[in-house]
């Protein structure tokens, strides 16, 4: 029989009752389908969300207490969070996490990882998780069960789910928000099935107290570590003579090989199926076909890898690579093209609603989350140019965008450059080298691998999308320009399994694709901790400018603008929230190296 996972329903998910009274300053307009008016995003007073969700309720457990305890949080904002957090196992133990016990919860959103992961630090004085104590001085009556602790079974089965959500408006007289209203869950609500896989406790100086720390990852990661794999595209495709058929034949386009994997990977028999999207633009289209069946010592998670190194976006996203998302809310896989990811950065049309037409290159778009500013100057939002200030400039966008007025200000910060260890190794010419076996020919794909051409693909997809009048933030050096420094890959893609135009696109993943990847995740890096808000994740863009009291410098043109998030983490300490965030920028506002190509 397969092993059920308790999991919460869709429809009953964690309560989120128990909200403080409410606080004079509310949350931010931060909902894009909502924007409309230029300048200051909107700001509205705090109203406490009625409890209005269902309790929680674990199919296939019995004897569990369904209302779990909830844990309230403030960032400096004033905007309160709530938290319900629970431990459950497949043999029906449960554990309540108590605001009391709760020192320390971090959620990592990484934007290389489809998957969020993390820890959770509780305070486990006189072993209380795993051992109910009896009152002080209290008799037990003979031939009475001793009581049920939750007894942690090192399996990987010992499950946590975490469910966040904040407490505002949407407009001064709106009623509470719906805490299942789908745009209120899509840019706020946290949603966190994990499974809980090392431990470990730290002892303090009180005898008697310690302190456990429970590290967990999503529970499907966790799966595909675990679960081999036995698939293979030729039980997809519309063929129903397979023995006989060709590669070719038994071939799928990469999208839909990625999709039939996670779908079939993730059945309903193992008791945990996956949901992917049924939204066409997004999830992303492959250019090339592949025929592949996982090797018998493959596991899940090696089978998905081999499938997104090998996808490649069609020519509408400029053969590019994608991503792999799993939406925190919802729990729906996407996949995306880096392309078109930065195309929702910014707005590529002008928008109706500004009458300066000329600022819409610096509106925000759909995936644009907020704008920081160094120090707090305010009047970077105004519509009126500063006549007193000779230095004003906006970097970042300022129209029709969000400005927390206190956890939008970075108070400190660092600026990290790109490694040059690594991207004088990554960012490179390449050659791919692939063998037709039909002809018994090896080829090289050269002229679409050089620096020189990856380059441009680079500033077309990442720069251009922007602004065509930014530039690239990265040195060439001799090297590399004149292909002295270069990789060599091989690729099995060869043009006889398909079309020569679909192989060779597919090669690219091998060559120009890792180039791009590494220029961008490599890329000048800002990290900064500010006051917490759920609307951060990872794969999304924000802005970052500066005030007037410092001379312009190319270093500001370098450093200030607009960023894509790399990392986001959610800190929740001492009754209090705070982001950990890094980002990295992918262009300058003037090309700052084009002189220095010479040299070594």
């Known amino acids: 029989m397969a092993t059920q996972f308790p999991t ?14 409410p606080v004079d300053d509310g949350f931010e307009w931060i909902i894009p389908e909502l924007r409309g008016t230029p300048g200051f995003a909107r700001q509205f007073p705090g109203q406490p969300v009625t409890d209005n969700t269902p309790e929680l309720a674990i199919p296939g457990s019995k004897n569990i207490n369904n209302k779990p305890e909830v844990v309230n949080f403030t960032n400096v904002e004033g905007t309160p969070y709530s938290m319900a957090i629970v431990i459950v196992n497949t043999h029906d133990r449960a554990f309540y996490i108590r605001p009391a016990s709760l020192k320390q919860l971090v959620l990592v959103d990484n934007a290389s990882s489809p998957f969020h ?9 006189f072993d209380i998780i795993e051992r109910q104590i009896d009152a002080i001085n209290e008799q037990r009556a003979p031939n009475t069960p001793a ?44 949603c966190i099935h994990g499974s809980i896989y090392n431990t470990e406790e730290v002892l303090l100086d009180t005898p008697g107290t310690k302190y456990k720390k429970l590290y967990f990852r999503d529970l499907y990661e966790q799966i ?65 076909r592949i025929f592949f069946s996982s ?11 081999y499938l ?23 729990r729906v896989f996407t996949l995306e093209s880096m392309t078109y990811i930065f195309k929702k950065a910014l707005l590529q049309e002008p928008d109706p609603l500004v009458p300066d037409k000329e600022a819409n290159a610096g509106l925000p778009g ?12 305010t009047d970077f939002f105004s519509d009126k140019i500063i006549s007193s200030s000779t230095q004003f400039v906006r970097y970042a966008p300022f129209k029709n965008t969000v400005y927390l007025y206190t956890a939008g200000t970075i108070n400190n910060f660092t600026i990290d450059m790109m490694p040059g260890e690594f991207t004088q190794q990554l960012v490179n010419s390449s050659i791919v080298h692939s063998y037709n076996f039909n002809n018994h020919e090896f080829s090289m794909d050269v002229i679409d691998n050089t620096y020189e051409q990856s380059n441009n693909v680079y500033y077309s997809n990442y720069v251009k999308t922007l602004n065509s009048q930014y530039s690239t933030n990265f040195a060439a050096g001799t090297y590399k320009f004149l292909s002295k420094n270069l990789r060599n890959e091989y690729s099995t ?25 590494s220029a961008v995740f490599l890329n000048q890096a800002i990290s900064f901790k500010v006051p917490g808000s759920t609307h951060r994740q990872a794969n999304r863009f924000l802005g970052i400018n500066r005030n007037t009291t410092l001379d312009i410098s190319e270093f500001d043109q370098r450093m200030l603008g607009t960023y894509y998030i790399t990392e986001v983490k959610h800190v929740f300490e001492g009754g209090e929230y705070n982001n950990e965030i890094k980002a990295v920028k992918t262009y300058n506002y003037f090309d700052i190296y084009q002189k220095q190509i010479k040299g070594i």
């Open 224 to 288: 595909l570590l675990e679960k081999n794999s036995y698939y293979s595209t030729s039980n997809f495709c519309n063929n129903s003579n397979t023995v006989n058929a060709s590669n070719a034949q038994r071939s799928l386009q990469t999208h839909e090989a990625i999709k039939t994997f996670l779908t079939s990977f993730f059945n309903k028999e193992d008791g945990y199926p996956a949901t992917v999207t049924d939204k066409s633009e997004n999830f992303d289209k492959g250019a090339s």
């Open 117 to 125: 992961n993390g820890y959770i630090v509780l305070d486990n004085s």
């Open 366 to 377: 759909p995936y644009f989350l907020e704008t920081y500013l160094l120090g707090g100057y």
């Open 308 to 330: 997104l190194d090998r996808h490649v976006s069609d020519s509408n996203n400029n053969y590019d690579f994608a991503l792999l998302e799993l939406d925190r809310s919802s």
């Open 493 to 517: 893609k060869s043009d006889d399994e398909d079309t020569p135009i679909q192989s060779k696109a597919q090669r690219l993943s091998y060559g120009r694709n890792r180039f791009l990847k």
């Open 8 to 21: 919460p329903d869709e429809n009953n998910v964690v309560g989120v009752g128990g909200w403080p009274d």
């Open 147 to 190: 009581k049920k602790g939750f007894l942690f079974k090192g399996d990987a089965r010992d499950l946590i789910y975490i469910n966040i959500f904040p407490n505002f408006s949407i407009n001064e007289s709106s009623a509470p928000v719906d805490s299942k209203d789908e745009n209120i869950n899509k840019y706020f609500r946290i």
């Open 295 to 305: 090797p018998a010592n493959y596991k899940g998670i090696d089978t998905l890898n």
